[in-house]
């Protein structure tokens, strides 16, 4: 594609964003690229490897214990987009701190790290270990704190969706992160996000990423029964889009708050929707499952080499 | 560039070099049935391709008609710049890449997976395949033939005789059908279930060294895994499992296996398309 003339920016430079400079604006969302650890090996002709040109991975999100995940089926495809409920699986807090993210720093790899939690709190006792832990650290820019995963049967559902609880939230991993860039990531399962942005920016974020992905359900005929084992699950995808750039455009409107795009972009023009709406970075989801290059042709694509 | 060259970083389990999977396009050059039930899929690629039996492919559409997430499909056959495929039509993706003619481009992403072990030098091995379950073993015993020094018992399970790909076969392959319907003349099938074939042949009861290679439909491996075990042979299974991303990075495929590492009876979750699609079938956490 021949790159408009509104957009001139390269988002393979770095930029800055709250106390960080990052080193690029095509992330990989949470959930879609593992810890970052993944594929590094995996070619394509014109790239080193997948990580070429990515400015952060979001890991998969961390909940401070270890976590078994959902039943199969997981995933359920649609004409337009996905249907997840992997139910959050994951390492554990313990081994991500003393295993992951040093391995991480070690390859190189810059990283947003995706925290989950039950209680405020918790994400207070996180991100003061994962201070402690990595000082000295450069590839380690930041925390993303999910307060929007739909699919976890105990809490999640409705845990993001109050400012009050957002904030609360917010305030606690601030305290203890000075020297890193604090994100916060949104449902659209609300009826007003700028709301929820609003707060979070109140209470000291850097940044809120939107979206995280939206309630849907998909039905077996033969059964007559959701596919779904837990009925509900996290739709994403290229069928979503329009909703996050709706939820974007919303917040950057009225919350004033750096945003990072996140929803359905699996192309350089995908991409260029956000960052025409004003989003600083966007983060690469559900497509970069179907092909590992996606987030690094889009820098490439976007840097106009 | 070769795409697809050795590693020079760390070997699978099973200790087989496997090559680091690329992304990349390829061309149709021919999609044709080779059976009632099957259709033969060859791609070219602009470098050398190459695999170990048992490891598959990502397959996709090219360009704005791609699905959300491509499909799993174990690489038949590879051959300086070709890359062949055998697959049924079940649905949505399949029926896409049935309609792909010769020139159309495909998305691919591959080889990935651990591939089926290597037997020792003399080992006998029983090959057990049902359905689309053929071509992961077809390529190995492709591989194997005239090459592996042990005795080699090949079965493949259809559904009749117009599902079994005879001219691709030649004469290896022990069959057995669902039902004895459209059997070409000169052929032979044995009526019944691929597993029960297996067990009728006594003289595969002399050794308990074999070691069984099976892919298939789950009740048949179920079936594969059993019969090994009572025979005391060692079981390796291919599974199907349902994929995101084929690469480890979704959690989307996962299969329950014992680990001995995580305390007596500890069952975790293992990721098919990385620990697998290959697995030793006492690993295996059936739910049943
Ligand atoms: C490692 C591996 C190797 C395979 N090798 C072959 C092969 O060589 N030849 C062949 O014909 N098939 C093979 N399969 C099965 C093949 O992937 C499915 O038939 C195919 O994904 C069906 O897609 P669809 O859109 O036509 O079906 P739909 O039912 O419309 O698919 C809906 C979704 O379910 C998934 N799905 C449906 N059936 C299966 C299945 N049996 N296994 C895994 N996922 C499934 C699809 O990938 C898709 O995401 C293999 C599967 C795996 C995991
Ligand atoms: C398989 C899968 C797993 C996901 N896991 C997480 C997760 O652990 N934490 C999170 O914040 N978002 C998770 N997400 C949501 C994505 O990060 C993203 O917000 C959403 O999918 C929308 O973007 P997309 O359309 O590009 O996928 C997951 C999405 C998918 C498809
Ligand atoms: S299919 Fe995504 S982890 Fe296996």
């Not at chain 1, 409920?85 to 790290?113: D, H, Q, R, Y």
């Not at chain 1, 109140?202 to 809120?208: I, K, L």
Request: hydrophobic share 40%; charged share 20%.
């Amino acid at each position: 594609m021949s790159l408009p003339g509104w957009w001139t920016i390269d988002p393979t430079e770095p930029f800055t964003l709250g106390p960080r400079q990052f080193p690029g604006r095509i992330w990989t969302a949470s959930g879609c690229f593992a810890y970052g650890l993944t594929g590094h090996e995996m070619k394509a002709e014109g790239f080193s490897s997948p990580y070429q040109g990515v400015g952060a991975v979001v890991t998969k999100t961390v909940t401070p214990q270890a976590r078994p995940g959902n039943p199969m089926p997981r995933l359920v495809e649609t004409n337009e987009g996905a249907l997840n409920s992997i139910g959050l699986e994951n390492v554990g807090f313990e081994e991500f701190l003393a295993k992951t993210l040093p391995a991480l720093e070690e390859m190189g790899v810059p990283t947003v790290v995706s925290l989950a939690a039950t209680r405020p709190e918790e994400f207070g006792d996180m991100v003061s270990r994962l201070h402690q832990a990595a000082v000295g650290f450069v590839h380690w820019h930041g925390v993303e704190i999910n307060l929007s995963c739909p699919n976890v049967a105990e809490g999640g559902h409705d845990f993001g969706r109050d400012p009050d609880t957002v904030a609360a939230c917010v305030r606690a991993a601030r305290e203890y992160l000075p020297d890193r860039a604090l994100l916060a990531k949104l449902t659209p399962n609300v009826t007003d996000i700028s709301g929820l942005a609003t707060a979070a920016a109140a209470a000291g974020v850097d940044a809120v990423s939107a979206i995280n992905t939206v309630v849907g359900l998909e039905v077996d005929l033969k059964s007559g029964r959701p596919v779904l084992p837990r009925r509900f699950g996290g739709y994403s995808g290229p069928a979503i889009r329009p909703i996050a750039l709706a939820k974007v455009d919303e917040i950057i409107t009225r919350a004033k708050v750096p945003v990072v795009g996140v929803g359905g972009i699996g192309n350089d023009r995908d991409a260029l929707k956000f960052f025409a709406l004003g989003a600083v970075a966007v983060q690469v989801g559900t497509a970069q499952m179907r092909d590992p290059f996606t987030a690094a042709r889009i820098a490439k694509d976007l840097a106009g080499v | 560039m070769s795409l697809m060259q050795p590693p020079d970083g760390p070997r699978t389990m099973i200790d087989l070099p496997v090559m680091p999977a690329a992304s990349c396009e390829g061309v149709v050059v021919a999609n044709v049935p080779v059976s009632s039930g099957l259709l033969q899929l060859v791609v070219e690629f602009d470098s050398p391709v190459t695999f170990q039996p048992g490891q598959f492919a990502m397959l996709n559409l090219a360009g704005d008609s791609a699905l959300v997430f491509s499909r799993p499909f174990s690489i038949y056959e590879a051959k300086d710049r070709r890359m062949s495929f055998l697959y049924r039509v079940v649905g949505r993706g399949t029926r896409a890449l049935n309609a792909l003619e010769p020139g159309a481009a495909l998305v691919f992403l591959g080889p990935l997976g651990r591939p089926f072990p290597q037997p020792d030098p003399d080992q006998p091995v029983v090959l057990i395949a049902g359905g689309v379950g053929l071509p992961p073993l077809a390529a190995w015993l492709d591989r194997q033939a005239g090459r592996h020094a042990g005795e080699i018992d090949a079965f493949f399970g259809a559904r009749d005789g117009g599902d079994v790909p005879w001219d691709l076969l030649g004469d290896r392959w022990n069959i057995s059908l669902d039902s004895l319907k459209d059997l070409p003349a000169g052929r032979q099938g044995w009526q019944g279930l691929v597993t029960d074939l297996v067990a009728s042949r006594q003289d595969l009861g002399n050794r308990k060294d074999r070691m069984v290679l099976a892919c298939g439909p789950t009740p048949l491996l179920k079936a594969a895994s059993r019969l090994a075990s009572a025979r005391g042979w060692t079981c390796w299974l291919s599974l199907e499992e349902h994929m995101g991303c084929g690469y480890g990075v979704c959690k989307g495929c996962v299969v329950p296996v014992h680990d001995a590492s995580g305390g007596p009876g500890h069952v975790r979750n293992a990721t098919c398309c990385t620990e697998g699609p290959v697995f030793n079938a006492a690993d295996l956490a059936w739910q049943d």
